[in-house]
């Protein structure tokens, strides 16, 4: 499932290139072909995220809310590109058009019913108006282990399995730690390197945590194996010490950490 920054970054690329001017909607599959009828000639106001939620506010309209889910992707592509697979919506401006297919959530909604799906979400390290020590308090109510709260939306949002591993390796957490066991301090430490993290993955376009310092080379050009800590590298030495990383399930999902870096 694609990442806070990932969602941001997308709808950031979609005010870029359907601004200004009407935008020609339509659902070639056909499961949307109401709400397309809502957007056609229209034009897009703003593109917003919240986490992982992406919000399409157009002139005239209900705003209209997407969840990517886990299959779902929202591609850019060049003007008259043929139709390919089962297209939920296509939205189409003056110099490139984006296609959305296999979204978990695509339907057009109301203010209240966007205020409702934001109160139901902690705060997102990317928004201007999020609010860190909310992050700190409900951090702090969680008695579950630290990795499982930072996937939980509603302490904060946006985060996913790789930077929740990759934020216990930089601030040398145990991922089973409870979460109401990190200290204030360290909880804000945690705040910053999101807020940190997730906007150098929205300038990037893709999630990389290593120090350049450490790889020799800028950010953007580390690649392979050399962009995370210890995601996904679980039997393979670490980059710092040398332990090997070690893979444990928390939360019902995986994540992965140093046990000497880790501690």
């Not at 992406?54 to 590109?81: S, W």
């Not at 997102?124 to 609010?131: E, I, K, N, S």
Request: a positive charge; aromatic letters at 6%; charged letters at 30%.
């Amino acid at each position: 499932m694609p990442e806070g920054h990932t969602i941001h970054r997308l709808a950031r690329d979609l005010n870029r290139t359907l601004r200004p001017g009407p935008v020609t909607a339509s659902s070639p599959q056909g499961r949307f072909a109401a709400g397309a009828e809502l957007l056609d000639g229209r034009e897009l106001d703003q593109a917003t995220a919240w986490g992982k939620h992406l919000f399409l506010d157009f002139d005239g309209t209900p705003p209209v809310h997407i969840h990517l889910g886990l299959i779902g992707k929202f591609r850019r592509k060049n003007l008259e590109a043929p139709i390919r697979g089962a297209i939920r919506l296509r939205l189409e401006g003056p110099e490139r058009l984006w296609d959305l297919t296999g979204p978990m959530v695509c339907d057009v909604v109301d203010d209240d019913d966007v205020a409702a799906i934001t109160s139901q979400l902690g705060p997102d390290p990317l928004r201007p108006d999020a609010d860190p020590a909310e992050f700190v308090r409900r951090l702090a109510r969680r008695r579950v282990a630290v990795a499982a709260a930072l996937l939980d939306q509603k302490v904060v949002a946006g985060i996913g399995n790789v930077y929740r591993s990759e934020f216990c390796f930089l601030l040398g957490l145990r991922p089973d730690l409870p979460a109401n066991q990190v200290s204030k301090d360290t909880a804000e430490q945690l705040w910053e390197l999101a807020v940190d993290q997730l906007k150098q993955g929205v300038r990037l376009n893709r999630i990389t945590t290593r120090d350049p310092a450490e790889v020799g080379v800028a950010a953007g050009r580390i690649s392979g194996d050399d962009r995370l800590y210890v995601y996904k590298r679980d039997g393979k030495p670490c980059h710092r010490c040398g332990e090997s990383i070690r893979l444990v399930d928390i939360g019902q999902r995986k994540a992965w950490y140093c046990p000497s870096c880790q501690t």
